[in-house]
């Protein structure tokens, strides 16, 4: 089982409907946990992050966190072309030998329709 | 202020070769991480540093190294390159070590390796 699995896309939607990506996580005891987006040729920008079960809102982005189910999601509202990119969900997990460190999934392309 | 600077952005080795990759870190950030990015792996994770000192390493093999300088500024290393070691390479900073409250990390341009 992967750490961090995500389901690769693409996930097409049209222009203005509401898009849905979702990651499950595997470490239960995981705390922190981020979405990333990536442009093709370009690298990761932070779009937000959650720590507490339930929804978090940031403009047209909600995540949302479900600790019981190892599940967050990212709604993105009001789908415009420019968000056509690849997400990339990121957990905070603790290693064998103490630390922590960021786990990326491999993300999920999303293309938005005209 | 400046963004996170990799150096050299493109570059092209052959088998057996090595290479070594730069990162400058925004300036008062003090941890500085490096990811392997394939389109097969997604984002892999190298190491971390911090404040000089290594805090985490990822499962790569031993000729993956680095090292961070009194400045912050890091250097990874790869020897003995394989064609497998063709990827993207990103580096990271942030003002405090992962996994410590809100970690944000901030990306740069990335090193892209191709080794023929």
């Known amino acids: 089982q992967k750490e961090v699995e995500q389901n690769s896309g693409p996930l097409s939607v049209p222009e203005g409907a509401i898009a849905s990506l979702n990651c499950t996580y595997s470490?239960?005891?995981?705390?922190?946990f981020f979405w990333y987006r990536q442009y093709s040729g370009k690298s990761p920008e932070l779009i937000m992050f959650i720590y507490s079960n339930g929804d978090k809102e940031d403009g047209r982005f909600t995540a949302q966190l479900n600790k019981a189910s190892q599940y967050v999601s990212l709604l993105i509202r009001d789908s415009q072309p420019s968000d056509s990119a690849t997400y990339l969900c990121?957990?905070?997990?603790?290693?064998?030998?103490?630390?922590?460190?960021?786990?990326f999934g491999t993300g999920t392309q999303l293309k938005v329709e005209l | 202020k400046a963004g996170v600077t990799q150096t050299p952005r493109y570059l092209i080795k052959t088998r057996g070769q090595q290479v070594t990759l730069s990162c400058s870190p925004i300036s008062g950030h003090r941890s500085v991480s490096w990811y392997q990015q394939t389109p097969g792996q997604g984002l892999q994770f190298l190491f971390e540093?911090?404040?000089?000192?290594?805090?985490n390493k990822g499962n790569f093999p031993g000729r993956f190294s680095g090292r961070q300088f009194s400045n912050s500024r890091s250097e990874m290393n790869v020897s003995t390159l394989e064609l497998g070691d063709s990827a993207l390479y990103l580096c990271a900073s942030s003002l405090i070590p992962q996994g410590t409250g809100a970690n944000v990390l901030t990306f740069g341009a990335g090193s892209r390796l191709t080794v023929l």
């Open positions: 470490d239960r005891g995981s705390q922190s």
């Open positions: 540093y911090f404040s000089e000192t290594q805090r």
């Open positions: 990121a957990v905070i997990r603790g290693l064998t030998g103490g630390g922590n460190k960021l786990t």
